[in-house]
Every structure is written in structure tokens, then in C-alpha cells.
């Protein structure tokens, strides 16, 4: 261990400690970093692994790891700075990073003898504790992700991978030794799969019902969820294939296995499958595949040229037989249209295929529209860019905002951020347009943080869509998270294609100012 | 895209199981996973993951993605498997391997005499006093350092020799074969016969009472052993280890009840000496008295066992099984299976353990010596589940044995089939170590160790637990990864 701690300039008080060899997960590390953050007095904390990104979030912060410091990214840094004399509440603040990282993550699995087994730490080790494990959930980063599903799929595991910035071989290595083991490979970049009503990943609480669902795009799946929900339909499973899977490359090799999958499943009256729109030769290839399927098969290929989600859920209950009533909506409870204020569309997601789905309904509506998530390159930006003047819709989600910062959904603060900027910019957008996904692993509260950001943009003249992502069982209260929503002056959709139509409305009744 | 591009179509498929609500589900990353499923009240088994080194990320992929991977350990975990060693004779070095005038061997990779450290200095001095190269110490230092001793590592000649592990021509050594070979293509190994603990060649000590013990070893000992187990025939070692394992003993830093298990089955031919070899009553009394006096007695036994276990797995193309582990007091190396006799070093590590009298820790040598080939074939500290009273060494509790030999499945490929543990259920120890596995989880093999004195001359100075460094197996598997065939392209011939 490494420290240095030192009164730094202007009544601080800072320590930067580094630990060679000491490892922690990122969201573990994010999470002590928030936690020594909350202690009274602390101005800044990072704890974070040594990566070269980290480093130079450090320095940033303007923290100084010393001339000879030879941090390296197997190394854990934690920097904590103090207002006033703070020796006491940097101690503190350590106390907190030490308290979360020490927690100790338990076992389920008991060896039979009374004592603890000992920690896995391999795949291999891990389905030895728990031979009846049938699913390995892998969430390590990107370029050590393959090596932990391989291990999962060579131990005859289903596997789903959180993961991303996996490589397509590797993708494609992955996926032909499943195929040759028999098991499913979910992902990478698979964020959602329900199976017989548990939900891995970012999961909305359903009730078991006839609908299975594959999803190439998971914000796609949890958004049907919340639909078919709406129209008390309830989902059986949701397997997740990554986004991937549709590419020439993959060739739809997890789609493939787990509509075959779901067709064998007698519970599963109808078969939905979401995804972006794929590519022409895998696409016949699943269209085959589905046209020989003894159960109905309902295509959501959601973006340009493709249909909505709202259009696959309808579908989907049309085949039940099952009345498909227009999603649910909120009125704002606050604000005025007399007051606002003219100005382009400002669209903020933590759901990329909210996103795609979006652009594709507002284009034809609004014209030119800037995207991160742009197919088309003129129209394409960094998710910093801001293209004055213009409508612009971006994908929150985006790797090169979540390196090192939590993703959106389980951290609403890069929205609240955003919609604060747009509010004080008097150049800024009329409109807002943002999602909010609620379900297993998503925020506690979203609507709680929010709200006071989105009360603040109302006053500023800025009116306010939501597409609210979420089942009647999750655990954050659709409801409540809906009213909360409204309360803040916010008009709440259930569906996103019908949000973005709403949007757009508003953009052209009050006109853009371009 | 063509047809032949297409993934293949699925083997029998299980997917069907993965319909059914899970009860217990493995998690290795983030802790979000683990905390959204127990509030669905599913258990989970997370994995305690951590990142390989930065710069063996590539490595570790490649190595997993390379499709002989899982054959070729088949296949050398297979061969060490199948190896029965047993005890066939006693010769003296120079006719076992032919060592020559001014030619020694010792442990670990290869060093010359300006690398040694001081117990290998030491070993060496007491081997030329000992062969008569040198009449002083002095006098042998000068010769050594003027390079005109030869010095070559055990393993590249099919012997092991624990600590020091400096054998000279005139050593009496154990030889052993495979019991399982065809006649006539038998593997042989050597190892030196144990000079007993303290003052002794192979911690570095060469006073005039470790000459004179030599000699004796050289005079009576090995000739009244070799005599005896000519009368009796080869011990089946791979049968003794079995034994031993079930009486507390794992092999490497405890050996009582197999030491007393061979002086048991060699006992009546030993006695039969004083008659076939004209030896006296005293003479025949004094070798059973040193082998009752030394608990390490069989430990060199071990070791060669070790070594023709090991080596059967030497070559096979593609495969990460570790095939060696040994020290010579500077640098730990370890050898693999996919990479032939080429070996691997980092900087040896100081044991962690009790130390004798008034030694401390400033009086240890870096980590010596060959017998970390126990480890390699699953004794030693991969062992020390039935061998509980080994952790004292470390201030542990038995438990603890427990839990090393536990972790050590986390490295290891197979169990051995014969070599099994009571207190586990009778589980094989830990066998087939994995150099893909070490460097994906930076857990390193545990090693039990005894600890030389640093200054040459000094003898053992206590014993205790110590880790090779992480960077041999990190380059192992660099290159294990520049060897690794890429994956078959689509479609071009499945492998059933």
C-alpha cells in the first residue's frame, strides 16, 4: 500500500492510496466511490482500478499520484479530498470504501459438512458447488468475457453474457461450441432474459403467461413486457440473444436455438421476436425457421422501414385473441402549453431500441434528425456533440458514456445532468423526449430523481414526453413512478412509439425555431 | 453469405432446460446480478473473479479459443495418470546418468555458479571437498568460480534432488521406472538418497560431519539398499504414496508413515544383508537406525516418482498442463507440457513458515530446490487436506489444510485416480495443474517447503509455505498462446 496524504491547497485535505494487485468489479467500485461521496464533507472520491481512463479521470479531479507512481491497471486507487480540515472525514470516507469492498458477497451452496466451501474462482469451480446450476450469468469485461462463456458452455451450461465490447469471432467461436454442446448462448451485450418467470439482468416482473420472446435488442423485450402487460397478457420467457445474433456473420445462431426452443415449450402460445432489422439473408433464414414452427411466430423488427414495439404487442394479442386497448397514458399535472417555449427535439435513452424507435417514428414526422444510433453517417454524432438548432436523439447507453460511469438505467444522474444543461440553455430544446426503465436491476426510484430536474425544465419553458418501460409488478411501482412523473409536468407513455408521435406533435405545434 | 458460412445446425439441443425456472444460478462479475436474483429469491454461486495481468488478457483468450485445448490436457492429464512408479535400484550417479569428473547436477532451471545463491554455492563447495576436487572450501570456490565445474539442472537429466539438489558421480541415487510401460521402453528417474534435516549438503552445509555422513551413505548405505531391494524386488512407490496419503503424510514436507512403510517393506532383506553382503550387525543396525532418524527419509522417493509422472506428459502439442516446478534458490521455474523442456522463471520468493532455534526471517534463502515436484503431481501442499498437521508450520488451523487443498482443484485439470484423500471423502488430491486456469484466476500453486539458511554453509534455518511468482505462468502461457492453432474456419470439418 501506497499513501499519500497531505493538506492540500486551499483548506483541502486529499489521500490518494494506491494497492498493487488488489482487484474490485467496476460497479463495486462505482458503488464505494458513491458511498465514501455521501460522507459529509467529502468534495471528491474515485476509487477505481488503474486503467489508463481511470487515471485520467484522477487526474481530472486533480488528484496527483506522484511522479514515480507506476499504477498500473491490476492496481486499485482510492482518492478521497476533504473540504476544511478534513484528516477526519478522509478517514471516514476510507472507512466507507473499505466497508463496501469488504463486504462479503455470500454463498447459497453448502458442501454437506458444515463448512464453508471455498470462494470459486472459475466457471469450472462454480458449477462443481452447484451441479444443478443450469444457467452461468457473465457480466466480466468484454475481453475476458469469452473466455468465462466458453467455460460455462464447455461445462455444459447455458450461459447469458452481460457483457459487451465482446469480439465477433469471438461471438462466433462462442456460439458454434454451443451449438455443438446443446446450450444457449444469450449475448453478448444481452442485458435481458426472463426464464420461467425469473428475470437475469435488467428484467421487468411478469406474469407468467402464453408469450415467449426472443430479443436481439433487450430494451426492445422489456418494453413488450410493459405493452403486453398493459393488456394483462402475461410472458413466459424472454431469452435474450444479443444484438449481434441477426448479423451475417452470427447468422442468427442463438435466435435459431431458442425459437426452436420456445416452439417446444407447450406453454407458449405465441412466439414475438424483437429486434433491430437484420440482415437480408439471416432474416429469410429466421423467417424459415419460424414458418416451420408449430407455434405462431410474430416478427418485431423495430427501426427504419421496420415496425414498433406497440405494433408487435398488438399483434402479438391479436393472435390470443386478446383485446389490445391503446397503452396507458399520463397527463402532466403541472405546466401549461401557454407558457413554452419554441425550440428542436431533445430525446434522452438508457434503452437504445427506445432510441432506434424513436428515430425511425420522428424522422418522417420532424424531418432531419441527429443521432448517435444514426444509420446514416451525415446524420450521425458523438454522444457529446451538441448539433445546435438541430433535433437530436441520443442513445444514453452509448459505450463511450458508460466506461467508467454507471449506465443510465441503473443511474438516472447523466439524464438529470442533461436535462438541467438543456434548462438553463435558452437556445436549447422546446421538447424533451426520455425514457424510463423500470424492473429488476434498474434504479430504486427513477422518477424520484428526475422529478426536480424535470419540474425545473417545465418552468424554463420546456415540455416534457416519457415512455415509461414497466410492468404493474415491478418492484419501483409503475404507478407511482408514472404519477411522479406527471407530477413534474411530464406527459407519461407506456408506448415509445406513441411518445415519439407526442413529441413530435408538440414540436410542430409550437414550432422549432430553426 | 454462403451456405458453408451458415453456423452449423444444433447438436441435441438442452436448451429445453433451460425452460424451467431456475433455482440456483452462477454469477461471475458485477454483484447486481447476484442482488436482483436472490430478491427473487433464486440462490446464486458467484464467482470470485478478478481480471488476468493486464498484459495476459490476449493470452488467456487465445489459449481458451485454441480447439486441441481440451484433447490435448485429455491427453497429458491421461499419460501422468497412467504412470506406476516403482523403486527398482540403488547406483551411483556416475553410473545412473553418467556424470563425470568435475560435472554436477542441481535444482531447479539452470544457473551458473556466479548466479547461485548461497546454499547452492554452499552444496556445491560440499561436492567438491566431498568427490575430493578441492581440499578447502576456498579451494573449491576458486575452481567453481573459475568455471570449470559443470553445472546442469536435474531435470534435463531425468533426476530431481531436493533443495540444493547437487548430485556428484559418486552419489549413491534411488532409480525408479514406470510399472505400467511396456517391457523394455520403461522412463527411468533418479533422485539423491535423503541425508536426514539440519546441517546437511542439500541446505548448503559441507562442515566435515556432512562429508563424513556422505561417505557413508556412499559406503554402506546405498549398496546395503540396493542389495536389499534387489532380494526383494521393485516397491510399488505409486502404492506407497496411496498409503502414506491415508496416514497424514502428503509427500513433501511429511513423510513419517512412508518412511517407516519402506524400512518396513525392506526390513527383512536389510536383515539378510548381514549374511548375503558380509555386512556387520552394526553396519546392517546403523542403516535402519539413520532411516529411523530421518522423517525425509522417503521424501527423495517421492520426488522421483514425481518426475516420471510428470515427464510422461512432456511434449504433448497444445496442452497447458504444468509437467514441472522447481527452484534453485534465485528463480522459480516451471516447465509445460505444450512447450516441451523449455522453462519459465521468475524471481523465487522467501517461504513464509516457522523457523528454527534462533533463525528469522533475514536468515532464509529464496525458495530451493526440486521438490516442488510433489506439488506438480498433486502431493505436497496440494495434499495438505490429509495432511492437517502440516499447517502448525504456518500458525494455521486444520481447517486451513482444508481449504488450500480446495482451492487447489481451482488449478488443477483432474484428480489423480490412486492418490486419495480420507478427509475428503477419498477425493484424488488436486492433479494436472493448469497454467490457463492459474493466470485466469492469479491463484498460484501452494508449496510446502523446507528453508535453507542464506549464507552458504548454514544448513536449514526452518520450513514453511511459499507461492511461485505469477510471471512464470504468465509467460508459459505467452507462449502457449504463440503455438495456439487458430480456431477452424465455419464449417470445415466439426470435431465430434
Request: charged fraction near 20%; charge should be negative.
Amino acid at each position: 500500500v501506497l499513501e499519500d496524504s497531505s493538506p492540500a491547497e486551499d483548506d483541502m485535505t486529499e489521500v490518494v492510496r494506491v494497492e498493487r494487485g488488489r482487484y474490485h468489479d467496476s460497479v463495486t467500485l462505482l458503488r464505494a466511490s458513491a458511498e465514501a461521496r455521501s460522507v459529509e464533507g467529502v468534495a471528491t472520491a474515485i476509487v477505481a482500478m488503474g486503467t489508463e481512463m481511470n487515471l485520467g479521470l484522477l487526474a481530472e479531479a486533480g488528484f496527483a499520484l506522484g511522479p514515480d507512481g507506476g499504477v498500473t491497471p491490476d492496481d486499485l486507487v482510492i482518492a478521497v479530498r476533504a473540504t476544511g480540515d478534513g484528516e477526519a472525514v478522509v478517514e471516514r470516507a476510507v472507512a466507507e470504501v473499505e466497508r463496501v469492498l469488504t463486504e462479503r458477497r455470500t454463498t447459497s451452496a453448502d458442501d454437506g459438512w458444515g463448512w464453508a466451501p471455498v470462494p470459486p474462482h472459475t466457471v469450472e469451480a462454480a458449477v462443481d458447488l452447484a451441479p444443478d446450476a443450469g444457467i452461468v450469468v457473465v457480466s466480466v469485461p468484454g475481453p475476458s468475457a469469452y473466455v468465462e462463456a466458453a467455460a460455462a458452455v464447455r461445462s455444459g451450461r447455458h450461459v447469458m453474457v452481460f457483457s459487451d465490447g465482446v469480439d465477433l469471432d469471438a461471438e462466433v467461436a462462442l456460439k458454434r461450441e454451443a451449438a455443438r454442446a446443446g446450450v444457449l448462448v444469450m449475448g453478448p451485450d444481452c442485458g435481458t432474459t426472463i426464464v420461467g418467470g425469473v428475470g437475469l439482468g435488467f428484467a421487468n416482473r411478469v406474469v407468467p403467461g402464453p408469450v415467449g420472446i426472443v430479443a436481439a435488442s433487450g430494451t426492445g423485450a422489456q418494453q413488450l413486457c410493459g405493452l403486453l402487460d398493459g393488456a394483462r397478457i402475461g410472458v413466459r420467457h424472454v431469452l435474450g440473444v444479443g444484438g449481434r445474433d441477426l448479423s451475417a456473420a452470427v447468422g442468427g445462431a442463438s435466435t435459431l436455438a431458442a425459437l426452436a426452443a420456445l416452439d417446444d415449450d407447450p406453454a407458449v402460445e405465441v412466439i414475438a421476436i424483437v429486434s433491430k432489422p437484420p440482415d437480408l439473408a439471416v432474416a429469410e433464414r429466421i423467417e424459415r425457421a419460424a414458418a416451420g414452427c408449430r407455434t405462431p411466430v410474430v416478427l418485431g423488427l423495430v427501426g427504419p422501414g421496420g415496425a414498433t414495439v406497440t405494433a408487435a404487442a398488438a399483434e402479438v394479442a391479436k393472435v390470443l385473441g386478446r383485446p389490445f386497448d391503446a397503452p396507458e397514458t399520463w397527463t402532466p399535472l403541472s405546466g401549461s402549453a401557454a407558457g413554452r417555449r419554441p425550440g428542436p427535439l431533445l430525446g434522452l435513452f438508457s434503452g437504445g431500441t427506445n432510441c432506434v424507435e424513436a428515430l425511425a417514428a420522428l424522422e418522417p414526422l420532424l424531418g432531419a434528425v441527429c443521432s448517435n444510433v444514426h444509420p446514416d453517417a451525415p446524420r450521425r454524432i458523438g454522444p457529446n456533440d451538441d448539433p445546435a438548432g438541430n433535433h437530436v436523439l441520443l442513445d444514453l447507453g452509448d459505450d463511450e458514456l458508460t466506461a467508467g460511469h454507471p449506465h443510465p438505467m441503473l443511474d438516472p444522474g447523466v439524464v438529470v445532468d442533461r436535462v438541467a444543461r438543456a434548462a438553463a440553455d435558452p437556445e436549447g430544446p422546446g421538447v424533451l423526449l426520455l425514457d424510463v426503465v423500470l424492473g429488476l436491476g434498474a434504479h430504486p426510484d427513477p422518477g424520484a430523481i428526475l422529478a426536480p430536474a424535470l419540474t425545473a425544465a417545465g418552468q424554463a419553458g420546456i415540455a416534457t414526453v416519457v415512455t415509461l418501460v414497466g410492468t404493474s409488478g415491478d418492484p419501483q411501482s409503475l404507478q407511482h413512478q408514472a404519477q411522479a412523473l406527471a407530477g413534474a409536468g411530464a406527459q407519461v407513455h407506456r408506448s415509445n412509439a406513441r411518445a415519439a408521435g407526442q413529441a413530435a406533435v408538440m414540436v410542430t405545434s409550437l414550432g422549432s425555431r430553426r | 453469405m454462403s451456405p458453408s458460412q451458415l453456423p452449423p445446425p444444433p447438436g441435441p439441443s438442452r436448451v429445453a432446460e433451460l425452460l424451467r425456472a431456475p433455482e440456483v444460478v452462477v454469477t461471475v462479475g458485477a454483484p447486481i446480478f447476484d442482488e436482483a436474483l436472490a430478491a427473487q429469491g433464486v440462490a446464486t454461486v458467484p464467482v470470485e473473479w478478478r481480471p488476468p495481468p493486464a498484459g495476459s488478457v490476449g493470452a488467456v483468450h487465445t489459449v481458451s479459443a485454441d480447439p486441441r485445448l481440451a484433447e490435448a490436457n485429455r491427453t497429458a492429464i491421461g499419460r501422468m495418470a497412467a504412470v506406476r512408479p516403482r523403486l527398482v535400484d540403488v547406483v551411483p550417479a556416475a553410473d545412473a546418468i553418467g556424470l563425470g569428473r568435475h560435472q554436477l547436477l542441481h535444482a531447479g532451471p539452470p544457473i551458473t555458479w556466479e548466479g547461485a545463491s548461497g546454499p547452492l554455492r554452499g552444496a556445491i563447495v560440499g561436492a567438491c571437498l566431498y568427490e575430493g576436487w578441492a581440499e578447502t572450501p576456498e579451494a573449491a570456490e576458486r575452481l567453481a568460480a573459475a568455471g570449470r565445474i559443470e553445472l546442469a539442472p536435474c531435470h534435463d537429466n531425468a533426476a530431481v534432488g531436493p533443495m540444493a539438489g547437487v548430485v556428484s558421480p559418486s552419489m549413491p541415487m534411488w532409480v525408479l521406472d514406470d510399472a505400467a510401460a511396456p517391457d523394455g521402453q520403461a522412463r527411468r528417474s533418479r533422485s539423491t538418497l535423503n541425508e536426514g534435516l539440519g546441517k546437511v549438503l542439500r541446505y548448503g552445509a559441507f562442515d566435515p560431519n556432512v562429508i563424513a555422513r556422505l561417505h557413508w551413505m556412499q559406503r554402506v548405505l546405498g549398496p546395503v539398499l540396493a542389495s536389499a531391494l534387489h532380494r526383494n524386488g521393485p516397491v510399488d512407490v505409486a502404492g506407497l504414496i496411496a498409503s502414506m496419503l491415508t496416514m497424514g503424510d502428503e509427500g513433501h514436507n511429511r513423510n513419517r508413515a512412508g518412511t517407516a512403510l519402506l524400512v518396513r517393506t525392506l526390513g527383512a532383506e536389510l536383515v539378510r544383508g548381514v549374511e548375503a553382503d558380509e555386512r556387520s550387525a552394526d553396519e546392517i543396525a546403523d542403516v535402519f537406525s539413520f532411516m529411523a532418524g530421518n522423517d525425509h527419509f522417503l521424501l527423495n522417493v517421492v520426488m522421483a516418482a514425481g518426475k516420471l509422472v510428470g515427464d510422461a506428459a512432456a511434449g504433448v502439442a497444445g496442452s497447458t498442463v504444468v509437467t514441472t516446478m522447481a527452484r534453485n534458490g534465485t528463480e522459480f521455474g516451471i516447465r509445460v507440457a505444450g512447450t516441451g523442456d523449455r522453462w519459465f522463471t521468475g524471481p523465487a520468493a522467501v517461504p513464509d513458515g516457522l523457523y528454527l532455534g534462533g533463525f528469522g526471517p533475514d536468515d532464509a534463502n529464496p525458495d530451493i530446490g526440486d521438490s516442488a515436484i510433489t506439488e506438480t503431481v498433486g502431493l505436497g501442499g496440494f495434499a495438505m487436506a490429509g495432511a492437517p498437521a502440516i499447517v502448525q508450520l504456518v500458525g494455521g488451523q486444520v481447517d486451513d489444510a482444508r481449504r488450500w487443498t480446495e482451492l487447489m482443484y481451482q488449478i488443477t485439470l483432474s484428480e489423480h485416480p490412486m492418490w486419495t484423500l480420507p478427509a475428503l471423502d477419498f477425493r484424488g488430491v488436486p492433479f494436472g495443474i493448469d497454467v490457463l486456469r492459474v493466470v485466469r484466476t492469479g491463484v498460484v500453486p501452494i508449496i510446502n517447503t523446507g528453508m535453507a539458511g542464506r549464507v552458504a554453509g548454514t544448513g536449514q534455518v526452518g520450513a514453511g509455505l511459499v507461492r511461485p511468482p505469477l510471471d512464470c505462468f504468465t509467460a508459459a502461457l505467452d507462449a502457449l498462446a504463440a503455438r495456439a492453432t487458430a480456431a477452424q474456419p465455419a464449417g470445415a470439418g466439426e470435431v465430434p
